[in-house]
């Protein structure tokens, strides 16, 4: 299986689960800035949002709730070596620092949550 069909074939499967892709890394990309780059993620839809790779776009990973009805939501950053997650963090309407000088090329996932169960929050990442 080349790498192209293989891309192709999971961002069918991403889309058709209502999941979005991020575009390849191209020149165009490489100038966007932290939070230019940032990934929208809805709070509800998985446990952890991720998996992701750090970029070299932020030194930090930086966390904002963008909509919903909840008043805040809960997020952590979960490293794939370290297996829990760094501390808990309240987001709020405005950018927070979520992990700080994180290396390029580190997995992570980011474990969420509301202020209050059965709220919706939408939110974006940046890393």
């Known amino acids: 299986m080349t790498a192209r069909f293989a891309r192709a ?3 069918a499967l991403l889309v058709t ?5 991020p575009a390849p890394a191209s ?3 490489a100038a966007t800035s932290c939070y230019g780059g940032a990934v929208t993620v809805h709070y509800g839809e ?3 949002f991720g998996p992701y790779v750090t970029t070299s776009r932020c030194t930090d990973i930086n966390m904002r709730m963008t909509g919903g009805d909840a008043e805040f939501g809960w997020g952590c950053v979960q490293f794939a070596r370290a ?12 950018w ?3 992990a ?3 290396l390029n090329g580190t997995r992570f996932t980011v474990p969420n949550g509301v202020d209050l169960e059965g709220s919706s929050a939408t939110f974006q990442i940046a890393f």
């Open 9 to 11: 074939s999971l961002v």
């Open 17 to 21: 689960l209502g999941l979005s892709v």
């Open 27 to 29: 020149a165009a990309t």
């Open 46 to 48: 998985v446990r952890d």
């Open 83 to 94: 297996g829990s997650c760094n501390y808990w963090t309240k987001i709020g309407r405005s």
């Open 96 to 98: 927070t620092t979520i």
């Open 100 to 102: 700080t000088d994180v």
